[in-house]
């Protein structure tokens, strides 16, 4: 071997072309480890960063409105997210934001929320709504933030336009 | 003669379709009864979230496993997962960006730490932690080995994806196409228009694929043309001394 040889005397030109294959440079499998390792740990902290924000946190994201009729007493004014279906008929805007009812199948609960509602806000759409009931026994609940919870559905605005007997679009 | 005319063809039929999607999402179909223009990203993100999900990191993933399999084993394989995961990266990332569009207007928020959107970031860290694995190990070999068995144990993170709307209660819609019961809650031209964005996006991803795989082929024939560059040089400094 070249290394191993008595000097550079020793080794012929021809001995020297010949032994020209590339060397590993040492400690490569030792780099490698602790690279690698560098890494997992930054994605480990990087996901438990992730699920303690979400998914620990929240695994359901909110409370539906007949399981909080049911445990009332367990809610008491601590800061929670409501969901429920908006009461046909029930909203009122103010200069704030708006009030209305959101019904489960069990009961429905008075909403009074701040801030301007999402786009799609409207009756009869199921919304998650921030917030926290006023005292321990109301059943008012005073909401700083609404989101809107749309379904899976899609349904076409206006079928007939694009169904028209002649084949038109009006 | 056909393979290579597919295979010319195919790139321009993606980009066709792509284009019809287009127009069909944006014009030709009606709005939506509830969501009404809003609905039109419907035929723009779930199609990218599929190609993230199940497609890309599906192809990163099987790839990574028969590299595993001793008998199916091969560079190619490895390639494969690889530039598969890359493709995936944007995807994920555009699936994050076209929903967070989409839940600004409709939700009322650009983000929710809910079980869905919790999950599919963790997806984006995961497939940017097999990149940064890859890179972490200059050895060829292990490099394969360590990042295909890192891309078949987070696969596990794809169908926690799939089933949180339904394991847990969240701010994200159930599936449309999807649901347990198998009934499509999509109908008409807009089921048919979500139909060719399925297939516009799967098939914009294979291309992404082919040519990602073309340039690394190339890049490593270049490495060991480098290297077969730099021993010559070597042999003639030894010739000349």
Known sequence: ????????????????????????????????????????????????????????????????????????????????????????????????????????????????????????????????????????TSMNFAGSQIMVKHTASYIEKNPNRVKAPNGSVR | MMKQLSQRLFGPLTLILMGVNLVLGLWVVPPDKVQGELARLVYIHPSVAWVALYVSFGTAAISSALYLWKRTRSVVMDRVAHCAMEVSVVFIALTLITGSIWGRPAWGVWWAWDARLTSSAILGVLALGYLALRRANDETELRARRSAVFAVLVAINVPIIHFSVQWWKTLHQGATVFTSNRTLLIHGIQAWTLLISFIAFTMLFFWLLRYRYRLEVLRENLAGASLEEALSARRREGTQS
């Open chain 1, 1 to 136: 071997m070249f290394f191993q040889s008595g000097g550079e005397d020793d080794v012929s030109d021809a001995d020297a072309i010949n032994e020209l294959s590339p060397v590993a440079p040492p400690a490569t499998k030792k780099r490698n480890r602790t690279r690698s390792i560098g890494v997992l740990v930054v994605l480990l902290l990087a996901i438990v960063a992730l699920l303690s924000q979400g998914i620990l946190h929240s695994l359901n994201y909110f409370e539906t409105v007949d399981q909080v009729l049911a445990k009332r007493a367990s809610f008491g004014t601590e800061t929670m997210r409501l969901e429920g279906v908006v009461k046909s008929g029930s909203i009122v805007r103010t200069s704030t934001g708006a009030s209305f009812y959101v019904t489960g199948s069990k009961g429905e609960v008075f909403v009074k929320s701040n801030g301007t509602p999402p786009q799609l806000f409207q009756d009869n759409i199921p919304v998650v709504v921030v917030g926290h009931f006023t005292t321990k």
